[in-house]
């Protein structure tokens, strides 16, 4: 299901908690679990995958993570602060050191001209540390080639942030 370059990228995040005795959480929007998913196919992953959260609806970030309701109708599920929230939200809810939260625009509908297709935001959180965030545009035609490359780089931001 998922490329070479996912599977090694989920094995070296997965190596490199256990390395460091931290657990990770996931909270993900637009990628439905896809980043839980591929952590999840390593072997061993049980060693320090704590749990993941989809939380697709609006309603399900309010009760699953804690986000703002005002926030989300001020700002929209797809922003900086939710994200940051999100990441949040899945540290205060589960028993893990390190969290990624991810959401955005897949499509191929949803898009407007502020938020278009492929404008995803994503976050870490690590116990006692500030959260980080970043926002991609991902240029691309289909909804399953955004969702992977969201995933890709919530791998790549949780593993920066195992260092």
Wanted: charged share 20%; hydrophobic share 45%.
């Amino acid at each position: 299901m998922f490329s070479l370059e996912i599977q090694t990228l989920a094995r070296l995040v997965i190596d490199d908690a256990r390395e460091r005795s931290l657990r990770i959480v996931t909270a993900e929007s637009c990628t439905g679990g896809l980043v839980a998913g591929a952590l999840c196919a390593v072997p061993g992953a049980s060693d320090v995958f704590e749990r993941g959260f989809v939380a697709y609806s609006n309603r399900a970030k309010q009760e699953l993570l804690g986000v703002s309701g005002d926030l989300i109708a001020d700002l929209g599920a797809v922003s900086e602060p939710i994200a940051r929230m999100m990441a949040e939200g899945a540290l205060e809810n589960s028993h893990a050191h390190v969290s990624v939260a991810v959401t955005g625009v897949a499509g191929p509908g949803g898009g407007t001209p502020m938020k278009p297709v492929g404008t995803v935001h994503f976050a870490t959180a690590r116990a006692n540390q500030s959260v980080h965030h970043t926002m991609e545009m991902f240029e691309l035609d289909e909804r399953w080639d955004i969702q992977i490359a969201a995933v890709q780089t919530a791998l790549e931001m949780l593993r920066d942030r195992m260092r």
